[in-house]
């Protein structure tokens, strides 16, 4: 066995017989700036980025079983009995924070919620602070909803429990984008080589967005996205989509369209002169929809301004999916939370990491 | 921090000559062959220069002791071979009268490893509206005038500032932000602003800044200083300024040629400042412009913050990073090293740039100089450990970098201020026949 020997020590009087023995690092060397290991780590989904195709799969199959035995009946099975789940949200969510409750209560696993109004946070606790008290609690998961993008990240570095983004500013909103994924590959017949999805509105906030990006070029999808110049984010492109300058540049041919959730607080900050301009330019009109292929659906991530966004005629016609996507969020955070729960270490007394948390799958 | 008598066998800066220097009461002497008391360092061919200077710190006393402090910060700015800080007037209270500019240089001479040349502020508690009193403050010592931490938003104001600010013969620092165009950016506009989904602020909220204060200087002829520049939008206005034959100069910082916004990674906080660190691009253009000679010199921009603050989400973290410990390692290592400037250049970016700006004395290294200066191993490799800084502040995107070059002993006004353990001091040998009796 050979040992690598140390170098001698500097010898200070010969400074230039040291030169070169360190060689010159690039800008960035020594910290992988591009890495993203905490997105790697199967105890979290903290976005869709970085995911890969089989991964995508996986998930999208263990949701689909799941609903089939929720639709079964005979809840709460027992999948995650003994795992203790914190819903973390500092955020107002309904829809997010009641479809994963329902999927831990389902899965068997002791909940807990903790939301900003009346927590430590609003007596000016830090985060930090907080989730280490979490932390001394014994909580297996964390669900997260934050208005700080990153927020998650910044709970996967700080604990060592499973931590899943539940919507982080305007990041990603993983759940919401698999759900996406979920109703897209029911209406495209399990195929999404060659489909495309038209992106419409408001890009530079919407965490759905992102989560729809990624997941989409992830599985041989296409993206395009279209919206006012205002709220396309700098560099959007780079994110691997393309641009198109109108709604129906956009939409024609396209074999599904998303309309995101416009703030009226864009209003406000000079970004749009107004909301009746915005549905007239870049709103779903059945007009637009003709344009699509003929078994085009239509999506929206809710909760949706009715004739802004999309027209009363859109939201409510067959094309429209936006109750599915509903449903499908439920069995979808069952199989996350499934997944988490048994990619995490052991802890505790008498716990297993073996628990059948994975058996959804 | 013992005085030094002699320092033997180090190579000069610019000549590569050996040279043996003597001191006395601290300035250099013609006779190196001093027998006052004191010490000898054997400098065993370590390159000897002008101590480095630092434009752009802040050493945070009074009112946030928490973070850094006078003796501390001093004491970090000695280890990174500096013999000279300007510290920024955003203290809690504010430099903006005679009496807190009095109070940090007393400060820093009780307790100080360096010389500390404060900023007085430009207007009163810095909130862009009264001025404050240029004179008094210069006065009291005040080196130049500056609101850095924000922008004199009303260019009404500034113009007033240059304008008044020419009684006292001083310089103001701009800190350039349009705060309209930033908005709530937290980090440089583009993809990877956009990939996490944090709120960017673009190079025009620098630039549009720098072009309007360079109009004001041609206007009142008021000396300009352009703080921390980070792209090239500004980098191309402070040119144009130049050909003009303006009164405006600028600097830049380590960050800004070694980082680029991908450093913020997976939220980061470390890889947070204000301007934020911007595009490949724009680092080059950073490099280009200090090889060409349209920056005048490079500052740290020293911002130590409290581990708690932080460790936040990356929205609600505090700006800034602590500079002086690694900033000459990385002038060696990323402008030297790959060729972008000679190391005598980039040594006058730290030396001679700065003192001339701020007019401050000069130091060729000659008899009756101030004896202030650095001991420099250009070659001397180091891995960055925040936790060996001498700063209270950790908060660095360079931990773990392996860097090239180190000031391995700084001198200040004839007293030993830094040594590393592997240079050789000796005492020397007190004749006591000649010895005088008092020191």
């Known amino acids: 066995m050979k040992i690598a020997q140390a170098s001698p020590a500097p010898d200070l009087a010969s400074p230039g017989a040291r030169a070169g023995l360190v060689s010159s690092p690039a800008p960035g060397d020594g910290v992988p700036h591009h890495d993203l290991p905490l997105h790697r780590d199967p105890r979290h989904l903290l976005g869709l980025e970085g995911l890969g195709r089989a991964e995508i799969l996986a998930l999208l199959d263990a949701a689909e079983t799941c609903r089939a035995r929720l639709r079964a009946g005979g809840m709460p099975f027992d999948d995650l009995r003994g795992v203790t789940v914190l819903l973390g949200f500092f955020e107002d969510s309904t829809r997010t924070r009641v479809s994963f409750e329902l999927a831990a209560r389902h899965l068997g696993a002791t909940v807990t919620t903790l939301t900003?109004?009346?927590?430590?946070?609003?007596?000016?606790?830090?985060?930090?602070?907080?989730?280490?008290?979490?932390?001394?609690?014994?909580?297996?998961?964390?669900?997260?909803?934050?208005?700080?993008?990153?927020?998650?990240?910044?709970?996967?570095?700080?604990?060592?429990?499973?931590?899943?983004?539940?919507?982080?500013?305007?990041?990603?909103?993983?759940?919401?984008?698999?759900l996406d994924l979920m109703t897209l590959r029911d209406a495209w017949q399990g195929r999404f080589e060659g489909r495309r999805l038209a992106l419409v509105g408001d890009i530079a906030h919407s965490r759905v967005a992102r989560s729809a990006l990624f997941g989409l070029r992830a599985l041989g999808a296409s993206v395009t996205i279209v919206g006012p110049r205002t709220l396309l984010p700098a560099g959007v492109e780079g994110l691997g989509c393309t641009l198109a300058a109108t709604v129906e540049e956009a939409m024609e041919g396209a074999d599904a369209v998303m309309a995101l959730r416009l703030q009226r607080e864009r209003m406000d900050g000079g970004l749009l002169p107004s909301l009746g301009e915005f549905a007239r330019v870049w709103g779903l009109t059945p007009e637009r929809v003709r344009l699509m292929n003929r078994d085009a659906v239509v999506l929206h991530p809710g909760p949706m301004n009715r004739g802004v966004e999309v027209t009363a005629e859109v939201a409510d016609s067959e094309r429209s999916v936006i109750l599915d996507q509903v449903q499908n969020g439920v069995a979808l955070r069952c199989a996350v939370l499934a997944r988490c729960a048994a990619a995490r270490p052991v802890r505790g007394f008498g716990r297993s990491a073996g628990r059948p948390g994975g058996e959804a799958a | 921090m013992r005085p030094i008598t002699l320092i033997r066998?180090?190579?000069?800066?610019?000549?590569?000559?050996?040279?043996?220097?003597?001191?006395?009461?601290?300035?250099?002497?013609?006779?190196?062959?001093?027998?006052?008391?004191?010490?000898?360092?054997?400098?065993?061919?370590?390159?000897?220069?002008?101590?480095?200077?630092?434009?752009?710190?802040?050493?945070?006393?009074?009112?946030?002791?928490?973070?850094?402090?006078?003796?501390?910060?001093?004491?970090?700015?000695?280890?990174?071979?500096?013999?000279?800080v300007c510290c920024m007037p955003n203290t809690q209270p504010v430099l903006d009268a005679a009496v807190q500019v009095e109070w940090v240089r007393e400060r820093a001479a009780a307790v100080g490893y360096c010389r500390v040349h404060p900023i007085g502020a430009v207007t009163m508690g810095q909130n862009g509206e009264q001025l404050a009193p240029a004179m008094a403050l210069r006065n009291a010592g005040a080196v130049a005038l500056s609101d850095d931490g924000r922008p004199v938003v009303k260019a009404a104001i500034m113009r007033r500032a240059l304008e008044y600010a020419r009684h006292a013969g001083l310089p103001i620092v701009c800190h350039e932000e349009d705060p309209t165009?930033?908005?709530?950016?937290?980090?440089?506009?583009?993809?990877?602003?956009?990939?996490?989904?944090?709120?960017?602020?673009?190079?025009?909220?620098?630039?549009?800044?720098?072009?309007r204060d360079v109009e004001l200087a041609a206007l009142t002829g008021g000396r300009v200083h352009l703080a921390h520049l980070s792209c090239a939008e500004s980098l191309e206005a402070l040119r144009d300024a130049k050909r003009r034959g303006l009164a405006v100069t600028g600097e830049t910082c380590p960050h800004y040629w070694t980082l680029t916004d991908a450093a913020v990674g997976e939220y980061d906080t470390n890889a947070r400042m204000n301007p934020p660190l911007r595009s490949a691009a724009d680092r080059d253009a950073i490099i280009a412009a200090l090889a060409d000679g349209t920056l005048d010199c490079c500052a740290t921009d020293h911002a130590p913050h409290t581990a708690d603050e932080k460790r936040a989400p990356f929205d609600q973290a505090p700006d800034g990073i602590v500079g002086l410990e690694t900033a000459l390692a990385l002038t060696l290592t990323y402008l030297v090293k790959p060729g972008h400037l000679t190391l005598q250049r980039a040594l006058e970016l730290w030396t001679d740039g700065p003192r001339r700006i701020f007019g401050l004395r000069p130091v060729r290294l000659e008899p009756g100089d101030p004896a202030d200066l650095v001991l420099i191993d250009p070659d001397a490799g180091w891995t960055v450990d925040p936790e060996r800084f001498h700063s209270k502040g950790r908060n660095t995107p360079f931990a773990g970098w392996r860097l090239t070059g180190r000031a391995l002993a700084t001198v200040c006004g004839g007293r030993l201020t830094h040594v590393d353990p592997a240079v050789h001091v000796a005492r020397a040998r007190r004749d006591a026949a000649a010895a005088p009796s008092t020191g």
Do not use: C
């Not at chain 1, 604990?159 to 982080?168: F, R």
């Not at chain 2, 752009?56 to 006393?61: I, S, V």
């Not at chain 2, 937290?186 to 549009?208: H, I, Q």
């Open chain 2, 181 to 211: 165009l930033k908005g709530e950016g937290v980090m440089n506009e583009g993809f990877m602003a956009t990939r996490l989904g944090l709120r960017g602020s673009p190079n025009v909220a620098e630039s549009v800044m720098v072009r």
């Open chain 2, 9 to 84: 066998n180090a190579r000069h800066w610019r000549t590569g000559e050996r040279v043996d220097l003597g001191f006395r009461e601290g300035l250099i002497v013609e006779d190196p062959g001093t027998r006052e008391a004191g010490s000898v360092i054997e400098a065993g061919g370590l390159l000897v220069a002008p101590g480095l200077v630092d434009l752009h710190a802040h050493l945070r006393e009074p009112g946030d002791s928490v973070k850094e402090t006078i003796a501390t910060g001093t004491r970090a700015a000695a280890a990174g071979g500096f013999t000279s």
């Open chain 1, 116 to 178: 900003t109004a009346g927590s430590a946070i609003s007596k000016g606790e830090s985060l930090y602070d907080t989730v280490q008290n979490v932390r001394a609690m014994g909580v297996d998961l964390v669900v997260v909803r934050h208005m700080a993008s990153g927020a998650p990240y910044f709970l996967a570095r700080h604990l060592d429990v499973g931590v899943i983004n539940a919507g982080d500013g305007r990041h990603e909103h993983p759940t919401q984008g698999l």
